[in-house]
């Protein structure tokens, strides 16, 4: 039996005058090719693909569609807890997905909430202040330069290369900004000087499986920038025709390091409970010690190796393909559901080398039994 998978997603547009949007408010979203390509490798990996873009009409999409899984790359349309609404329908309508479930979504989306769970398991972050008003005090310990940034935003949206303040009237004109712009509060947090890494996390529990670390190159950036990966760099200077070449993966450091790094990262990982695929940003503070910057599982899926997704960029290092990386988040998400069996000829890896070069495995065709349930159980 063919497994029948739907695919939901937010297709990006652009910005009509009458809408009064941040220029930067779909930037989350994915364009049509991505979706293509995403749609393809599901194809390959012999699922039967329906697409379901995540609009106002998705639960009723959803609960036409039929479909037996759903590969889950929704952003979500509108909301301070927008990347959890289709992980909430979809447990409504008892169809199992990949990735997080809303909780975890929610709780990511928040950066502060993210921070404060952080926290509390004794996860290094840098300190942080939210500020509701443009009047609020800076807290004691807070030293500038900081960094501001919108408290429910992803994809560099808000963050700016103006957004290291250096002064408080630079602070509190940023602050402004962020509150007027996005009608959010805005994170005020320490910036650390250090160097940044961005780490992908393939797989659950045991077989939780870190890809190739990729490490932030700020001098690639214009003369001048902040040292930061910030809108600008992101989506202005970074393009197709002229790609800013950024990104080192896998990074070059010593292996104490990657060592402390990995450790950090997949505790992360776990006391925030992400599933099948999550991407978790680092920096460096004094002495070199590991923080937590941004968890995100949701993170970019773009084909295109000139577009610099850092998650596809790290499963390449690690010897996968685009089709590979899909199916293995695929095959993780299935697995929890214990309904690996209905994958048909795909290839998904199955461990790593100490080097970081993925295997893989042909896995054999198997057909579902008659007499099991819809979802295989």
Known sequence: MVLQVGFTFNLKRDISPEENLPEDFYAEWDDIHTIKAVKKALEKGGARV???????????????????????MAEGYRGESRESHVPAMLEMLKIPYTGSGPLTLALALDKAMTKEVLSHHNIPNPKFQIFRSVNDKLKRGLAFPLIVKPIR??????????????????????????????????????????????????????????LPIEELLFDALPEGANRIYSYEAKWVWDTPEKPLKIFQCPAKIPKRL??????????????????????????????????????????????DPDQNSCLPNEARSAGLSFEQLINTILFHALKRHSMHNRIRKKYVVVNFRKTGIAKTKQLKTQTHKKGKGKHGH
Do not use: W
């Open 50 to 72: 329906k697409l379901i873009e995540a609009d106002e009409r998705a639960f009723e999409r959803l609960k036409r569609s039929k479909v037996d899984f759903v590969f889950n």
């Open 153 to 210: 935003e992803g994809s560099s949206m808000g963050i700016f290369n103006n957004a290291i303040v250096r002064n408080d009237a630079e602070l509190r004109t940023r602050v402004v900004f962020i509150i007027k712009t996005y009608e959010e509060p805005a994170l005020v947090e320490e910036f650390l000087e250090g160097r940044e890494f961005t780490v992908g996390v393939l797989g659950n529990g045991k077989d939780a499986v870190i």
């Open 258 to 303: 990657e060592n402390r790094i990995k450790k950090v990262v997949l505790q992360a990982y776990k006391v925030l409970d992400c599933h099948d695929v999550t991407r978790i940003d680092v920096r460096l503070g004094r002495n070199n010690k590991v923080n937590i910057i941004e968890v995100n599982p949701l993170p970019g899926l773009l084909p």
